[in-house]
């Protein structure tokens, strides 16, 4: 079985500050990983995922995150956050051969000027 | 097209009557599902359906009923439902599944917003 562990439910930062959401995971097979945004009043949106091959894996938008196998972390990082990234963010895993996605917690990121 | 659409991505009914929400996409996609979201809560999955045939059940009260009519269209009927049925139904598609793909990445849809008086 795998489960998804989200420390933070809530991240305050300021604009143009760095911000690291945290992601652990467990699991005792091979695993997939995946960080989603959802904005108010919206469905989840791919941000970035990790399926295999380079541990540092970015999105489009600014954010990029690390596939650390030893410390079963997949933590999201952006150098300099907008008040756009305002949103939730759920990490989620995905076991080899497992249909199901199992979501963390979510944290919530919360951008102030 | 790369995206999964709902209909309607609002809803409010009584808890007498009978709606159907939709789900469509147009990706080729082989694996389609339904999941509940409860306010700052992450999506429960209800039901997972794989070329077409029910796969998984996630022992969902039968006053909710999916029906997938083809590879691109899936339907969730409601029936009977009370007001802690309240929520964000979410929709999405994969393209494979976790047997044959090796892994599962999802797309979803805006959702449909259900109140039930």
Same mark, same amino acid.
């Given at each position: 079985a795998q489960s998804v562990t989200q420390l933070d439910s809530q991240v305050p930062v300021f604009e143009e500050a760095p911000v690291e959401l945290r992601c652990n995971y467990s699991s005792s097979v091979s695993v997939y990983l995946f960080w989603y945004v959802q904005y108010p009043n919206q469905g989840l949106q791919l941000l970035l995922k990790y399926l295999?091959?380079?541990t540092l894996v970015e999105s489009i938008n600014g954010f990029e995150a690390e596939f650390n196998k030893s410390q079963t972390s997949f933590h999201l990082r952006k150098p300099s956050v907008h008040i756009s990234d305002t949103a939730e963010y759920f990490c989620a895993v995905s076991g080899a051969g497992f249909q199901k996605l199992v979501f963390g917690t979510g944290t919530r990121l919360l951008v102030s000027p | 097209d790369t995206e999964v659409t709902q209909t309607p991505k609002h809803l409010v009914m009584g808890m007498t009557n009978k709606k159907s929400l939709k789900c469509e996409q147009h990706?080729?996609?082989r694996a389609m599902y339904w999941y509940k979201q409860k306010a700052k809560k992450p999506p429960e999955l209800m039901f997972v359906y794989s070329y077409e045939k029910l796969?998984?059940? %996630?022992?969902? +009260?039968?006053r909710f009923s999916p029906e997938c009519p083809n590879s691109s269209l899936l339907n969730l009927h409601l029936h009977?439902?009370? +007001? %802690?049925?309240?929520a964000l139904y979410l929709c999405a598609s994969s393209p494979g599944t976790a047997e044959r793909e090796g892994y599962n990445e999802q797309f979803f849809g805006p959702g449909t917003r259900l109140t039930v008086l």
């Open positions: 295999s091959g380079s | 990706m080729g996609h796969s998984i059940n %996630e022992s969902v +009260p039968s009977a439902l009370q +007001p %802690e049925d309240s």
